[in-house]
């Protein structure tokens, strides 16, 4: 089945770059997400990058995707304490799926704290 | 509204009894996800919905769970019988069909079973 593994906690100095990790399963999926969710807020989308790039770029952030390893990485450059939330890793898995259909499967999130 | 809606926001319950969650998608989304976030906890997937196609319950954790979902809008998940380790917070989220289609999140229900 399919199945999204992240590190649960990673701790930068503000300023820092971070570098969040995430490895999936599907290699059916079309699309990988990260999403954001800080203190007592719901999920938001970050940013996503389609299975056919292997990397993205928008702003500070930077997205890697290594296909062949059914790796994905999320950089944070100059990362602020703004920053400090939770941060998943998601992929549209189509297994069982037609076309651009399917599935949102998340990992556990991986809780970024940014130290001044 | 404008966003995915979830009612209620909170709920206590005691053990055994029945709950009903509600999620009011995001007006001409087709697909409909509910997902579990017990503290400290990712997101478990539990159904998801879409279109008229039959539903993908692969997460649901136990046959005390079901969801439906009428006229492809309003989504209720029901627990019966809710046991201690039910209380979690549970996330709804609807996306619009097609392409890399943001999936838009409600705030979740709060529920705690005593």
């Known amino acids: 089945g399919e199945d999204v593994e992240q590190s649960l906690f990673l701790s930068v100095r503000e300023g820092d770059s971070s570098v969040i990790n995430c490895t999936y399963t599907d290699s059916s999926s079309t699309y990988l997400y990260w999403y954001k969710q800080e203190p007592g807020a719901g999920l938001q989308l970050l940013t996503y990058i389609f299975s056919n790039m292997d990397m993205k770029q928008d702003q500070r952030l930077t997205v890697l995707l290594n296909k062949k390893d059914k790796h994905l990485s999320l950089r944070i450059a100059d990362t602020q304490t703004g920053d400090s939330a939770i941060y998943f890793c998601a992929e549209k898995s189509r297994l069982n799926y037609g076309g651009s259909q399917g599935n949102l499967i998340f990992g556990k999130g991986t809780k970024l704290s940014v130290k001044p | 509204g404008a966003g995915v809606s979830q009612s209620p926001s909170n709920k206590v319950t005691e053990k055994g009894k029945d709950v009903e969650l509600r999620c009011d998608p995001i007006?001409?989304?087709?697909?409909l996800y509910w997902y579990r976030q017990s503290l400290g906890q990712g997101l478990e997937f539990l159904i998801y919905f879409q279109g008229n196609s039959a539903p993908d319950k692969s997460g649901l954790p136990s046959d005390r769970f079901s969801a439906e979902r009428t006229g492809g809008s309003v989504s209720t998940l029901t627990i019966q019988r809710t046991q201690q380790e039910d209380s979690a917070v549970y996330l709804c989220?609807?996306?619009?069909?097609?392409?890399?289609?943001?999936?838009?999140f409600g705030q979740g229900t709060r529920l705690t079973v005593v």
């Open positions: 007006s001409g989304h087709t697909a």
């Open positions: 989220a609807s996306s619009p069909p097609g392409g890399p289609t943001e999936a838009f």
